[in-house]
């Protein structure tokens, strides 16, 4: 099979299967697409190599699904819907069941956001797999890293550090190791993220700022500070802690938690006023949202335990040192 066959088998899709938004779609020189009136694109690119992003171990479908959804969680993060992508596809050779079941992840997750493949480019060489998606969001609306401000509340969505947990799991560092059942579930949340799409759209208006977390907790939020220029104090028992996580000690808890990476949950301010706004819509979406901090004028992050409401007077008591690195692919893992 060549090239131009394995385009029109795997990803060419003829009218009527998935979404056809594009005015000229996946197979001219260029994709041509419509913004609608008063819409403005949000555009970002994300690449998987495997050994770096992914393990061998991966099924087809689930990577096809992954690579999809990293980057419909940087749609989430700037409060887009999901309208098109390009698929930059490198591959060491021709496997038609490989690539029957990569094409399976990843349209059903673009079908579920009714978002259309519009074109794309296909070479020989290590396997790598990279997507540019394109959204749509209300002129100005777009949620951005620099909106916080002093006295925002800081929250998370969902139960990051378990992708970690399974991650550690792979490499065999968990004493005891993972029971079955909490291997599959841990895996699932590596392999097969969610993307917070809904939870994004929501946010705008609610949100003063938002970013998805990819290289963990802390390190992500240290970028909404900086484009800020605030700081946080964060509880760390107001943490959301996974059934599946709370079995580990306290310290492997803190590691995935703070600085786990691939969860692809959102981080996000608002007001205090809007905490009620914040809750409906996480009932609505059926996804915890936990309250987890406060944004302050002071710059830098601190750490404290204890009850979040009423704010400690003097939260530095109980301070805890800042021992999480983010993850950074040419420092190396922390
Ligand atoms: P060109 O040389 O003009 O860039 P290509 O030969 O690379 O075009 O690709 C032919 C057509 O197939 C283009 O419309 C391109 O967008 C599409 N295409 C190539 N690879 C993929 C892919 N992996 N997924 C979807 N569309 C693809
Ligand atoms: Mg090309």
Excluded at 26 to 44: P, Y
Excluded at 97 to 110: E, P, Q, S, Y
Excluded at 265 to 294: C, D, K, N
Aim: charged letters at 20%; glycine letters at 10%; aromatic letters at 6%.
């Amino acid at each position: 099979m060549g090239e131009f066959d394995l385009i029109d088998t795997f990803f060419r899709r003829p009218p009527g299967v998935g979404p056809h938004r594009s005015v000229v779609g996946n197979g001219d020189d260029c994709a041509v697409i419509q913004a609608a009136e008063g819409m403005q694109l949000a555009i970002s690119t994300d690449t998987m190599v495997e050994g770096r992003h992914f393990l061998s171990t991966v099924s087809p479908a689930r990577l096809g699904h992954k690579a999809l959804a990293v980057n419909l969680s940087d749609l989430a993060a700037c409060g887009a819907e999901p309208l098109a992508f390009t698929l930059a596809l490198t591959l060491p050779r021709v496997d038609e069941a490989w690539l029957t079941g990569f094409a399976k992840g990843l349209f059903d997750l673009a079908d579920e956001h009714n978002c259309e493949l519009i074109g794309g480019d296909t070479t020989a060489g290590p396997l790598a797999i990279g997507i540019t998606v394109m959204g749509e969001v209300p002129a100005g609306q777009a949620l951005l890293r620099s909106g916080a401000r002093a006295d925002d509340d800081i929250w998370v969505s969902g139960f990051p550090g378990l992708a970690r947990l399974a991650l550690e799991a792979f490499r065999g560092t968990l004493h005891p190791t993972l029971r079955a059942e909490a291997f599959e579930v841990t895996r699932l949340a590596m392999e097969r993220p969610d993307p917070r799409v809904a939870l994004g759209v929501g946010l705008r208006g609610v949100a003063s700022a938002a970013i998805d977390v990819s290289d963990g907790l802390l390190g992500d939020l240290g970028h909404v500070l900086r484009r800020s220029h605030v700081g946080a104090s964060l509880c760390l028992d107001a943490l959301p802690v996974s059934p599946w996580l709370a079995e580990r000690t306290e310290e492997v808890q803190l590691d995935c938690i703070l600085a786990g990476g691939d969860d692809y949950e959102l981080v996000f301010t608002a007001p205090p006023a809007q905490r009620a706004r914040v809750l409906a819509l996480g009932a609505s979406l059926g996804l915890v949202l936990s309250r987890i901090g406060r944004i302050e004028a002071e710059p830098g992050l601190r750490l404290w335990h204890g009850e979040l409401d009423p704010w400690p007077e003097d939260p530095a008591r109980q301070a805890v040192p800042n021992r999480w690195t983010s993850f950074d692919h040419f420092r190396g893992a922390p």
